[in-house]
């Protein structure tokens, strides 16, 4: 059949399509789908794909990039004809608590005193609806204020807080066409039928409700209840293709079709921009094959939120650099536009072979058809990206459809040229209503009768750090509006007046008691500035109007979840003047490094605090004098931030942030490529000694002290030389340039008299160090600090999980889909072991050498058993046994248990820090 249809074509088109169709000589080594687009054969109607702003803070940067830099990515998300072009919208409804990677702002943090310019999501529904004024939004609270119903969320104050907020949404000239209930908290009956009475009362008679939940029981419900099923006008399921999988299959239920309303994968993605982009468009396709679904929201639309987050790279695309105007568009972006920018929500899908997989096989890929509401234009959207190889499509048009010329656009999702996305191919023309196409493997392809598209030609600045000295004193802003740069984490921080005694504008701590959380509780507070801030002061006014405690944040780095577990060293100070410099690990975990008490700063009076670090070295500062100080060496580097312990409505002003002297960071060099340690051999401290790569072990002949001058000190007299290139040695340090090391932020250590790298030259135990010319090869990274992370396989896509975050020890770690959790965190330490919960050590359960020997946590003792080489190459080794870390039988499953078997580099012993 495939060689009759070419024989069919003429010279001309084969010409045309030299690239698409089938040859005659290598037809036979394609595999050829027969499809029949026929548009009387209609199906379900289309909603849009879209994308969601909210769960939370993912937006928050956007609305303070340059103007420029701020329009280009609009335009990519929103515009028609440009990029992601998307059509359906879902914003937060805020609760001033963390929903993800930051608190949204509630527009009543009090009863009564409604705000319509809180936040920004407003203004981000304004900017696509001027974009794109047939937009679809979306509307869904993930939190609430603690005033809400006493703290119950089913609610009639929280159903008259969402008509509020649609109210705001209304001042602000939004529609909003769709409104959901509690994200992932399941369903009320009682009270969604209550919100459909009170929508109506109040003028909204035309939002309809969507029964929005993690799993498709909404339904089940809506078939028992029909007072229930009435007013539920669509039915939405979160990741109906599996939390974080390869969605190759996407099922609804069967009582989900037989509601006969719409069905929603109303929240699905929480992949990284580019790695994402093939499970995305596999969600859309194969949504609607297997699950009859129609509408589809990918979390979230941008990742325009600090880097040291969760989910920093998620999304259409990054913008994580508001003030260099920096930014990256994802893979996710074009993969949407290929069916965005080809169809139109109420357009229908097509049924029969119009739909449906490739061979009639799953490994070859997917296709939906689609009918637009002018009866003769169409669309076919082909997904190649889990086949090996090309294969045909022979198209037969009929049922009224355009027999005229097709357009074709591609994207190929595998490579890493933005070039290769969104590219148009030459168009085909028809004989007879029939055409062949040849789909290469890997690729996303839009066949349309339709014309307009386009891919935008806007190009983002180099990225650039925060300069410093920075400052802010608010008073540029307008009050219940945001602070430039400042993104809250927990409670809402918004410009107000000063007061006692000061004017002009101050930002204040709004949420005066705590929310309807939706993730864990944590103090309320803010983060600010670049994570590359490393020798600096930061300061801040504080006028406290209740007995309580305001902190002030410095070296902010990695968060985990919840936001109770940012990394940071903190200056703690309440009223009575009990003051206290902690530090906050990233497990959640508050030690006090050095507190006392000076004179009482009372309410309702200003007072100057500060943090300076240099080096390892830690000054709290009160009103310009001395509290106290203290060393750590934990976190060289990361943002400013401030808060309350609690929810004080407390007041700040004129922010500042300065250079501070250069001191000396103290730290492991940790091989990346052999997981193990710059060691100086059997804690010599001779003139001459050859450093060696040894296991971790915390002692002082592996640390590393980086001073001002740029030297690289152990024993605090000796200094790493590189004049051998041959071999590192310690000598008495005298300055010299051989003397002196740049830590790159790649991670490269460049000697500063030859230019040459330090590099190790193997990556065992006992394995020499030198210097060579820098390559970026993995024997020449290095990492300084402990960093926690989650060890995904390379092989299952899951992570190294600890069940149902149980800590107690012996619990047997498995795989499990990533999410970021507290018990998917593990820490590489300076003594070789991977921690998890901040004090459980993976274990090798009773130090076991055999394949297949179970693993457990464990409280940490230092045992080889417990020690773990994290290598560049994937492979995590345990000291004692040197086996690997792997999943049990190679299993890739959610529950597949972890095992230390025999190092065979095979892909379930592959490891990832995701």
């Not at 008691?513 to 801040?540: C, F, H, M, N, T």
């Amino acid at each position: 059949m495939v060689l009759a249809r070419i024989a069919r074509l003429s010279a001309v088109l084969l010409l045309a399509l030299a690239a698409l169709v089938v040859p005659a000589a290598t037809a036979t080594a394609v595999t050829a789908t027969d499809v029949s687009v026929n548009g009387t054969a209609t199906g379900r109607t289309f909603d849009g794909v879209g994308a969601i702003s909210g769960g939370g803070g993912n937006s928050r940067l956007l609305r303070d990039y340059p103007p420029e830099q701020q329009a280009q990515l609009l335009d990519y998300l929103f515009k028609p004809g440009y990029g992601a072009a998307v059509q359906l919208l879902k914003l937060e409804i805020g609760g001033d608590a963390n929903s993800t990677d930051g608190a949204e702002p509630s527009h009543e943090h009090v009863r009564g005193q409604v705000n319509c310019d809180a936040g920004y999501e407003f203004w981000l529904g304004e900017q696509a609806v001027a974009r794109n004024p047939g937009i679809k939004l979306v509307a869904l609270p993930w939190a609430a204020p603690g005033w809400i119903g006493g703290g119950n969320f089913w609610s009639q104050d929280m159903i008259d807080y969402d008509i509020s907020w649609l109210g705001c949404a209304k001042q602000h000239g939004l529609t909003v066409s769709y409104l959901g209930g509690w994200n992932e908290k399941g369903h009320n009956t009682a009270w969604y039928k209550d919100l459909r009475t009170s929508l109506d009362a109040n003028g909204y008679g035309s939002v309809q409700i969507v029964g929005d939940d993690t799993d498709w029981g909404t339904a089940d419900d809506m078939l028992s209840d029909p007072a229930f099923g009435k007013a539920v006008g669509m039915v939405g399921a979160h990741y109906p293709c599996g939390y974080l999988s390869d969605a190759t299959s996407c099922a609804s239920s069967a009582n989900a079709v037989a509601t006969g309303k719409p069905l929603w994968a109303s929240e699905f993605g929480s992949q990284d921009q580019d790695s994402g982009a093939q499970l995305l468009i596999r969600s859309v396709t194969r949504g609607y094959l297997d699950g009859q679904m129609t509408g589809f929201m990918n979390w979230p639309i941008i990742a325009a939120l600090y880097p040291n987050l969760p989910f920093n790279t998620v999304g259409l695309a990054t913008a994580n650099s508001p003030w260099s105007g920096a930014y990256q568009l994802g893979k996710n972006l074009w993969a949407t536009a290929q069916v965005t920018q080809f169809t139109q929500p109420g357009w229908k899908f097509l049924t029969g072979s119009a739909s449906g997989y490739l061979g009639g096989d799953r490994a070859n890929g997917s296709y939906i058809s689609l009918k637009s509401g002018n009866g003769t234009d169409y669309s076919t959207i082909y997904e190649t990206t889990s086949a090996t190889s090309a294969q045909t499509v022979n198209v037969q048009v009929s049922g009224g459809l355009g027999t005229g010329a097709v357009h074709v656009w591609s994207s190929d999702l595998g490579s890493a040229n933005q070039a290769d996305y969104f590219v148009k191919q030459a168009d085909v023309t028809p004989q007879n209503g029939s055409y062949s196409l040849t789909l290469q493997p890997g690729r996303v392809y839009s066949v349309t009768t339709t014309t307009g598209q386009g891919k935008g030609t806007a190009t983002a600045p180099a990225e650039h750090g925060l300069a410093l000295p920075y400052s802010d004193n608010f008073d540029g802003n307008t009050t219940g509006t945001e602070a430039k740069y400042f993104s809250d984490m927990q409670g809402a921080f918004e410009s107000r007046p000063c007061a006692d005694g000061r004017a002009g504008q101050c930002l204040q701590q709004v949420a005066p008691v705590k929310p309807i959380e939706w993730q864990g509780d944590s103090d309320a507070y803010g983060l600010i500035g670049d994570l590359a801030w490393r020798d600096y002061s930061v300061a801040v006014d504080v006028d406290l109007q209740q007995s309580g405690t305001v902190t002030l944040l410095g070296r902010a780095n990695t968060q985990n979840r919840p936001q109770n577990r940012q990394a940071a060293y903190q200056l703690r100070l309440d009223e009575r003047g009990a003051w206290s410099i902690a530090k906050n690990d990233s497990n959640g975990e508050l030690t006090t490094l050095a507190s006392g008490t000076t004179g009482a700063p009372g309410l309702n009076s200003w007072h100057r605090v500060g943090l300076s670090f240099s080096g390892d070295d830690i000054t709290a500062t009160l009103d310009g004098a001395t509290l106290g100080t203290a060393a750590d060496s934990s976190f060289p580097a990361g943002q400013a931030g401030f808060g309350v312990a609690g929810y004080q409505t407390d007041l700040f002003d004129n922010l500042s942030v300065a250079a501070a002297p250069p001191g000396n960071h103290s730290g492991v060099l940790k091989g990346l490529e052999s997981g193990i340690c710059a060691d100086v051999p059997k804690v010599s401290d001779q003139n001459g000694t050859a450093i060696a790569l040894w296991d971790c072990n915390g002692g002082v002949n592996q640390q590393w002290t980086a001073t001002p001058a740029g030297q690289l000190m152990v024993y605090g007299t000796k200094c790493l030389d590189g004049t051998d290139p041959a071999a590192a040695r310690i000598q008495d340090c005298t300055g010299a340039a051989a003397q002196k090391w740049d830590l790159k932020a790649d991670g490269t250590v460049v000697n500063g008299g030859s230019g040459q790298c330090l590099a190790a030259s193997g990556t065992a135990p006992a394995d020499g160090l030198g210097t060579a010319s820098c390559t970026g090869a993995p024997n020449q990274g290095w990492a300084r600090s402990p960093a926690p992370s989650m060890l995904q396989g390379r092989a299952s896509g899951r992570c190294a999980d600890v069940p149902a975050g149980d800590s107690t020890p012996g619990v047997r770690p498995t795989l499990w889909e990533c999410h970021h959790g507290s018990n998917q965190e593990w820490t590489s330490t300076a003594t070789n072991q991977l921690t998890v919960f901040g004090n459980r050590c993976l274990d090798v359960v009773g130090g076991g050498t055999a394949d297949g020997t179970p693993l457990q946590i464990s409280e940490c003792t230092g045992v080889a058993a417990q020690q773990w080489r994290v290598r560049s190459d994937g492979a995590v080794v345990n000291v004692a046994s040197g086996q690997c870390l792997d999943a049990e039988g190679g299993g890739t499953a959610d529950s597949t248990p972890l095992v230390v078997s025999g190092c065979t580099g095979s892909a379930s012993q592959q490891w990832t820090r995701a």
